[in-house]
């Protein structure tokens, strides 16, 4: 018995559990910096055969995105303001108590009529006095809010500092992507090198192009729904289209948020109940566009899973670490089956199993 | 940053050795310092001992091997096709590349060996996104396939 390599062994695996229970807690944001890598990447290999050095290619690629969000920001954030405000004030409105407020909202009130009525007929029931419970409730729940903000604001602090960090890992990742490389596939032994170059290739060709893919989809997914609902006259229409946009991306259940926000939007804006009909359809016609000419033009064969495989991911995904996870759940799962099934092929074809 | 900064400006003036080292290599002798340094980002530093299989027939066909010290042993798939030995600045896996998935034959290393390995997605991305490395490459290549053809030999290609 080789007892040098059985310590060996044990000390590697300690080193890697180690790693896990130390790195554990910034997980989700390297792999978020991941993400964000593999989806600039290309611009920065392109820019890298134009004669820029790798580091001076991510920096430009930085600088771009910022200038891109100044831009943008200076072009569309004072319209997202002013309707975020817009809605504040609906909130507020004559400095009333909030949940006075909430009931003079239109849908919320023709349903505390409809209870009152209802209570009439059906001696004991109480409906409209749980109602006005339940709104009471969400008043102290929001007075809590700022209670509960300052309890955790380490908790908040450290969290947006390291939503901050997310592109400084990504710039390193992006600017040393070769040393990186090497640095895993150094760690193969003889036997197993070609077939970690292999598995490595098709990580990068099949994680890349589906992210890739994903941005785009996002973006156009944002611009379809916020020119559809303008159309349509839905109040708040960009906000509500780049909402639909990036829930796009979680499969099956984001674009029903999108259409759900928009016809919310209609209700708490005292619009005429129709107009619901003319959210839904403009968000029908943005998932058909999306789902018969978008998805299988752009996103494509990128991925190949079944539907409910899918489903289930996402939703193990929003349980294991709720709305980001729902996000990178499916790539990751889709990465690790891709890694599993060329696995397999090569195993076989190197004579390794 | 500043470090990489001037890394990359001492880079312009002098020629590193590792590049003059790549220059030795027939498949990388007309490359400038830019595109070597593309080739450079995809080559991977690998040691066998005497004795270690590189490489089985049949195996597939993904990685270029660059020989950096020592030498070693390519046998075709039968005896009647007989051996060819390798040694510094000679590469192996270029026929394949163009001929077929799989490895034709197999490779063994008679000494040490320190190798440069090139992936073979590498190697066509690089062809593909530069035009001009391409061209230098496939070139290169023609020139090795022309000579293992009039040797009339399957493992000729220094």
Redesign the interface.
């Known amino acids: 018995m080789n007892w040098t390599r059985i310590v060996f062994i044990f000390m590697m695996l300690a080193v890697i559990v180690g790693a896990f229970a130390f790195y554990g807690p910034v997980l989700t944001y390297l792999l978020l910096s991941v993400v964000f890598a593999y989806v600039f990447d290309p611009v920065v290999t392109w820019l890298e055969c134009k004669r820029f050095p790798r580091w001076a290619a991510a920096l430009l690629v930085y600088i771009l995105i910022g200038a891109a969000i100044a831009w943008s920001t200076a072009r569309f954030v004072p319209r997202l303001i002013q309707e975020g405000n817009q809605f504040i004030t609906l909130l507020n409105r004559s400095g009333q108590p909030l949940d006075e407020t909430i009931l003079q909202l239109p849908f919320i009130r023709s349903a505390y009529d409809f209870l009152v009525n209802l209570d009439a007929k059906i001696p004991n029931i109480n409906l409209a006095d749980k109602l006005l419970n339940l709104v009471s409730s969400f008043r102290t729940r929001l007075g809590e809010l700022p209670q509960l903000l300052f309890q955790n604001y380490q908790t908040i602090l450290s969290t947006v500092a390291l939503v901050f960090t997310i592109p400084i890992f990504s710039f390193f990742i992006l600017a040393d992507k070769p040393k990186l490389r090497k640095a895993i596939v150094s760690l193969a032994p003889n036997k197993y090198f070609e077939l970690t170059l292999i598995l490595l290739n098709k990580i990068d060709e099949n994680v890349g192009r589906y992210l890739r893919a994903m941005l785009l989809e996002m973006i156009s997914v944002s611009i379809m729904s916020s020119i559809a609902l303008t159309i349509v006259g839905v109040p708040y229409s960009v906000l509500i289209g780049i909402m639909a946009g990036v829930t796009n991306i979680i499969p099956y259940v984001g674009p029903w948020i999108g259409g759900a926000v928009g016809a919310l939007t209609i209700l708490v804006t005292g619009q005429p109940p129709v107009m619901i009909l003319w959210v839904a359809l403009a968000m029908f016609l943005v998932q058909a566009l999306d789902n018969y000419v978008l998805y299988p033009v752009v996103v494509g064969k990128t991925i190949k899973m079944h539907p409910l495989v899918v489903l289930v991911t996402v939703f193990a995904g929003g349980y294991f670490g709720g709305v980001v996870w729902m996000l990178i759940s499916v790539p990751l799962v889709f990465m690790v089956y891709s890694l599993i099934s060329s696995l397999q092929k090569n195993l076989k074809q190197f004579r390794l199993l | 940053?500043i470090q990489?900064?001037l890394e990359?400006l001492k880079h312009l003036f002098v020629v590193s050795e590792r590049h003059a080292q790549l220059r030795q290599y027939l498949l990388f002798k007309d490359l400038n310092a830019?595109q070597l340094q593309?080739v450079d980002?995809?080559l991977?530093?690998?040691e066998?001992k005497a004795g270690?299989t590189?490489?089985?027939t049949?195996?597939?066909l993904?990685?270029l091997y660059f020989i950096a010290e020592g030498e070693l042993k390519v046998s075709g798939a039968s005896p009647s096709e007989g051996f060819q030995t390798l040694k510094k600045h000679d590469c192996v896996g270029v026929a394949d590349l163009f001929a077929k998935e799989k490895r034709s034959g197999t490779a063994t290393a008679l000494t040490d060996l320190s190798l440069l390995?090139l992936?073979q997605?590498?190697f066509w991305d690089l062809v593909n996104?530069?035009s001009a490395l391409g061209v230098k490459i496939l070139s290169a290549c023609c020139r090795i396939l022309g000579r293992q053809i009039t040797d009339n030999g399957p493992y000729n290609q220094a």
Do not use: I, Q, Y
């Open positions: 940053m990489k900064f990359w830019h593309l980002n995809c991977h530093n690998r066998f270690e590189l490489f089985e049949g195996f597939p993904e990685v390995a992936s997605t590498d996104k530069n």
